[in-house]
Structures are given as structure tokens and as C-alpha cells.
């Protein structure tokens, strides 16, 4: 580093000549600062370049995971799976909900077509059940009747839900 003794030595040397060594001689006070801010530049831009590498070798290996995962067949084999046991989940559904509904028909219902469930526990958990589900509607704490929903799932649920 040039001290500044050493710039007014020059300056005195080199007075007299050209006018464009003196602004070289201005622009060197200026130097060590300069010097300094680009040094700070530098560390913020290699800083800013090691955060974008470790992002991008985040990404990376993401990308690999994503690719190792596609290559076995293992997402769209565990969704196809997914959806499978969900499908035959709700055909069992389906048939419980149909044998329970018949089960009610023919054991506990009355000949006005309501559901007469008392004094029998497993009456009275059923119809419980199929109001909670909409396939039934209480009128009061005795007289349960079927909804238009109980047709629908004796029909497979073609006629709605």
C-alpha cells in the first residue's frame, strides 16, 4: 500500500508534466477504498454462489429421488394400490349397507313400513346406524322410516348417493 508521503513525493516529482498523470494521481487517493469495496463485492458474490450451489444440490438430489422412485414404478404402483383397496372397500360398504338394509326389511319392520326396533339391542344399534348414514328418518323415539337413500343403495347407488 502506498502511503501518502510517498503520493506527495510524486505529486511534487511530477508537477509540471502532463495534466493526465495528475488525475492518475487523484484516482490513486481514491484506490485503497475502491480496493476495499471490491473486496467486500467479492465475499458477497461468493457468498451469494455457495447458497446458490447448495440450492442446486438440493435440488439435484431431489430430482435424483424423484427419478429413483419413477424408474422402480413404486408411486404409480402405490397409487394404483391405493385405489384398489379403496374401491373394494367401498363394494364391501356397499354390500354390508344392503345386507343391513335388507336384514331391517324383513326382521324389524312393520307392516306400515316403519321400523320397529325396541327391545332388541341389535335392532336398535342398526337403525342408530342407518339414520346416522340418512337411510332413515325418526318421526319420534319409536318410529323410524325409510329415506328415498335406502333405494339407492339397495340399487347399487345409481339413483344418487
Keep these: 500500500m502506498i502511503l501518502p508521503e510517498e503520493i506527495a513525493a510524486i505529486r ?24 476495499l469495496s471490491l473486496l467486500d463485492e467479492i465475499d458477497r458474490l461468493q457468498s451469494a454462489l455457495t447458497t446458490a450451489q447448495e440450492e442446486m444440490n438440493h435440488l439435484l438430489d431431489c430430482y435424483a429421488e424423484y427419478e429413483t422412485i419413477c424408474e422402480k414404478g413404486e408411486l404409480k404402483a402405490s397409487v394404483l394400490n391405493l385405489l384398489k383397496e379403496r374401491d373394494t372397500a367401498q363394494e364391501e360398504n356397499k354390500k354390508l349397507l344392503s345386507a343391513l338394509i335388507s336384514m331391517c326389511e324383513q326382521y324389524i319392520q312393520n307392516e306400515d313400513g316403519t321400523l320397529f326396533h325396541m327391545f332388541m339391542s341389535a335392532g336398535e344399534e342398526a337403525t342408530e346406524l342407518l339414520e346416522d348414514m340418512g337411510y332413515l328418518t325418526c318421526d319420534n323415539r319409536e318410529n323410524y322410516s325409510w329415506t328415498d337413500k335406502r333405494q339407492s343403495a339397495l340399487n347399487g347407488g345409481k339413483n344418487g348417493n
Design 12 to 35: 511534487r516529482h511530477y508537477s509540471d508534466h502532463d495534466t493526465k498523470f495528475l488525475f492518475l494521481l487523484a484516482d490513486l487517493d481514491d484506490a485503497p477504498s475502491r480496493i
